[in-house]
């Protein structure tokens, strides 16, 4: 049967491959509070406010849980494979919740031990305010170590690739959907959404029961607001602005499954495309399929990067006209590290995912980018986005 989330088996494998890297380190335990480590451990998955949560990751005992009252049975209802929790009713509590923590660490012997945590303390999130661990543990010896999982993450599992992968043929359905209702006189947001939601729904009933969605919406596509001359704008806001004819539009699309994502992004022209759109257009394709080709295990990242360049200077394109690097990281967040950028020479290795987006923007005219998922494997790539490249494809008729 498709899974489309992670198995608890993996979970635990993780667990213990973050206990062996304890001993190494010469730690006792682990004590985890950022909301993104402690889903990769576990799968629990918290909305993260003022309240703390943590948890907590022994060597050489079973994990526990460090939660608000309000989320005890939710915590339960996600994870009932970890028995033990430390549970408190409110923050700031007539006692503050960090001093609950404090009496639970006493309470499994690690008070006077070696620890790691990927932070002194609640990270002040919503206007949280409350005291490192060492303050309230003067015996505790507290090492930062939350790069132990961050390590971790940029080698993705099979059952991390696959869902992935799901998650790329969602975004193709969801941009579809957003290219077909494209339409001179319509806002962003009503195509978006629009797309966005159809989507959803067919995702939702095709995987079924065993698929939780999270979010309202977990397929999606939009412009961000990279419409007409604001298209120019990488990192664009959505706004109030009317699709017309001539215009050049950067859209995004993508799914969440089991936490995981994929990068979709497509440079579409309303109507007939001018000679200077055919121009930026062709070359940002060319530097793509360049990057495209350079993806390989064993690669710098930096090389990648490089390929994308090369063909931006042959074809005469201004350093001003390229604002950011070839790509990225991508797994449970949508940015994340391998960086493809000149700066990071981290080799490629089966497992890594990484987003393929060169772009070139012209101040005061448009901005051209395509960006795909691909997936580095022992032979060579896998680029699980399919939707189409080619200008004739992208050309919206009117």
């Known amino acids: 049967m498709v899974r489309f989330k992670i198995s608890w088996k993996t979970h635990e494998k993780r667990m213990d491959n973050v206990r062996r890297e304890l001993e190494k380190n010469g730690c006792k335990a682990m004590i985890l509070f950022s909301p993104l480590r402690i889903f990769y451990l576990t799968g629990y998955t918290v909305l993260s406010t003022e309240r703390p949560i943590a948890l907590i990751l022994p060597v050489e005992d079973e994990p526990a849980l460090f939660v608000p009252k309000l989320e005890e049975e939710h915590s339960k209802f996600r994870v009932p494979q970890i028995k033990k929790r430390i549970v408190y009713f409110e923050y700031p509590g007539i006692e503050h919740p960090m001093k609950l923590l404090a009496k639970g660490i006493k309470e499994m012997g ?20 409350g005291p490192k661990l060492t303050e309230l543990l003067p015996s505790l010896q507290l090492k930062l170590l939350g790069d132990i999982i961050d390590r971790m993450r940029l080698i993705k599992d099979e059952e991390e690739l696959n869902l992935i992968r799901e998650s790329a043929k969602w975004g193709n359905l969801a941009h579809r959907l957003l290219q077909d209702y494209v339409a001179p006189g319509l806002i962003e947001t ?9 989507a959803s729904i067919a ?16 397929a999606r596509a939009g412009f961000r607001g990279q419409i007409g001359a604001y298209s120019a704008y990488p990192h664009m806001l959505a706004s109030n602005v009317t699709i017309k004819e001539g215009d050049v539009l950067v859209t995004g699309a993508g799914a969440r499954i089991g936490g995981y994502n994929s990068e979709l992004e497509r440079t579409m022209i309303v109507g007939k495309p001018t000679e200077k759109q055919k121009k930026y257009f062709n070359i940002m394709v060319k530097a793509q399929r360049a990057a495209l080709e350079a993806f390989k295990p064993g690669v710098k990242c930096s090389d990648v990067n490089k390929a994308a360049f090369k063909v931006f200077k042959e074809e005469g394109i201004p350093m001003n006209f390229i604002l950011h690097r070839v790509g990225h990281g991508i797994g449970l967040e949508g940015h994340e590290p391998p960086w493809v950028e000149d700066g990071d020479e981290t080799l490629m290795k089966p497992g890594m995912v990484f987003s393929c987006e060169p772009g070139i923007y012209i101040p005061g005219f448009a901005g051209f980018r395509h960006s795909d998922t691909v997936i580095i ?5 896998e680029v699980v986005t399919f939707y189409p490249r080619d200008l004739e494809s992208l050309t919206i008729l009117t």
């Open 110 to 129: 690690l008070h006077e031990k070696t620890i790691a945590a990927d932070a002194p303390g609640y990270p002040g999130v919503m206007g949280y305010k």
């Open 203 to 218: 995702m939702i009933k095709a995987l079924g029961p065993e698929f939780d969605p999270g979010v309202s919406m977990p």
């Open 377 to 381: 494997l022992e032979d060579g790539v």
């Open 190 to 198: 009503e195509i978006a959404i629009k797309a966005s939601y159809e």
